[in-house]
């Protein structure tokens, strides 16, 4: 069973415009999520992430929202780049089993038109 | 943030051999490190959390005698294929996480063919 998903396999956004990728849980135990970029044959490279205490955390061209009633967390990057073209996974962290490991989304494939 | 490399980063074997894979913390030292698979257009999948000095966690249905990985040090942790089979070609991925960072860092991945 999918304990994080991320229902868009693709999307296109215009050059300059907003990207919002979203990412849906079920674990309500989950206490830290992420997001990671990657490309193809090789390993994700960390972009950004939020404590389940906070509903918001901001880093340049990229904004993390959480909404722990809906179990549901988006990626907003704006303004969108060409060089933004890639996959992103969301992760969630249960790190009450102690093993801190992460579940990982199906990803979704961002594609920037320039 | 942390520095993992992974070697080979490609291997190309015929089934019913054994490949090894290397996982290294080049800056820091790993208690943990985790080892994940990637189907093409899938998911990583994590196979197994690897802690120094002890037997590695597997995930349900993945075979532990199959997947053999041993974390002889805080800098290395490895995985053997054994007896590979072209199912279990996939894009092989380690992770290191640490208590001084909140979250894991990625070696670049190794794609593993079996023919």
């Known amino acids: 069973d999918q304990q994080v998903k991320q229902n868009s396999p693709s999307l296109s956004v215009q050059e300059g415009r907003i990207s919002i990728l979203n990412c849906d849980y079920t674990?309500?135990?989950?206490?830290?999520f992420l997001w990671y970029k990657k490309y193809p044959a090789e390993g994700p490279t960390f972009l950004i992430s939020?404590?389940?205490?906070?509903d918001k955390n901001e880093d340049g061209r990229f904004t993390v929202f959480l909404n722990k009633s809906a179990k549901h967390l988006s990626l907003h990057i704006v303004p969108s780049q060409p060089g933004d073209s890639a996959v992103y996974f969301c992760?969630?962290?249960?790190?009450?089993?102690?093993?801190?490991?992460?579940?990982f989304g199906t990803g979704t494939r961002l594609k920037v038109l320039a | 943030g942390a520095v993992v490399s992974q070697h080979p980063s490609r291997v190309i074997c015929k089934s019913g051999t054994s490949v090894k894979i290397e996982c290294r913390s080049l800056d820091f030292q790993a208690t943990t490190m985790f080892w994940y698979r990637q189907f093409p257009k899938k998911s990583l999948m994590l196979m197994a959390t690897s802690n120094e000095g002890s037997k590695a966690t597997y995930e349900q249905g993945v075979e532990k005698d199959k997947f053999l990985i041993n974390h002889a040090s805080l800098t290395l942790s490895t995985l053997t294929v054994t007896s590979a089979h072209p199912e279990d070609s996939s894009f092989y991925i380690c992770s290191l996480w640490t208590l001084d960072y909140n979250e894991q860092f990625f070696g670049p991945g190794t794609r593993l063919t079996v023919l």
């Open positions: 674990n309500s135990m989950f206490d830290y």
């Open positions: 992760a969630a962290r249960d790190s009450y089993s102690g093993t801190y490991k992460y579940i």
């Open positions: 939020i404590s389940s205490i906070k």
